[in-house]
């Protein structure tokens, strides 16, 4: 009985890594023929090594086909890749080509790693005055990482005038979403009192959030 249920079990293998074969030639051969859907679900595949192995050579080569036919995830795809060197060498000013021409329809993902681009100065000179708005635009939309990002900015003074009370309401906005770095800076902000009263207990509250949270993701 064992022996058959693991022939049978091979089997199920086998026939699965030959459905596998078969159906990556029939995408590579729609994305040949210009398939943008195609193009972008090789990409993904050998991104993550579904039904085929892990490849970011492979996958930069199918989402750049994509990104070159406009479509925009594979524009933020192709840009983040550029920017950390995955399946291409790095090269930052294709990374802020394509980021921009993603963010430009207001993406969250690419809007973020282009503000990135700029605050970090990759491949040059940090620029915070562009960082800045690309962060706020985010911000405003929710993204927690981009509400951190903007509290540090206005803490520091990078790009806009130092103003500890905005400081203080993008720190708490992104600490209420759980994010972890704007968890502790928050709760270093109640015990200093900036842009706000000082407040142990808040403090406290903040920092064991932080914490539970940092337990919890590690």
């Not at 023929?33 to 490849?55: F, S, T």
């Amino acid at each position: 009985m064992i022996t058959r249920r693991l022939g049978i079990l091979l089997m199920c293998i086998l026939c699965f890594g030959i459905l596998s074969a078969q159906d990556i030639a029939t995408l590579v051969s729609q994305a040949e023929n210009g398939d943008v859907n195609a193009q972008l679900e090789l990409g993904r595949r050998y991104y993550v090594g579904d039904g085929v192995k892990g490849n970011n050579e492979e996958a930069a080569k199918w989402y750049l086909m994509a990104a070159k036919a406009g479509a925009g995830f594979a524009q933020f795809r192709i840009g983040y890749m550029y920017m950390k060197g995955l399946g291409l060498e790095t090269d930052y000013p294709e990374a802020v080509y394509w980021l921009s021409k993603d963010a430009a329809q207001e993406e969250r993902w690419a809007t973020y790693y282009l503000a990135e681009l700029y605050y970090e100065g990759i491949g040059g000179e940090p620029d915070f005055a562009k960082a800045f708005p690309l962060y706020m635009k985010n911000a405003e939309k929710g993204h927690d990482e981009s509400q951190y990002m903007l509290g540090i900015m206005y803490e520091y003074g990078e790009g806009v005038s130092i103003d500890l009370k905005k400081a203080f309401f993008w720190i708490k906005k992104s600490a209420e979403q759980e994010h972890i770095d704007a968890q502790y800076e928050l709760a270093y902000f109640y015990f200093e009192g900036i842009g706000v009263e000082k407040n142990e207990a808040e403090g406290n509250y903040w920092e064991e959030a932080a914490e539970e949270n940092e337990f919890y993701y590690w």
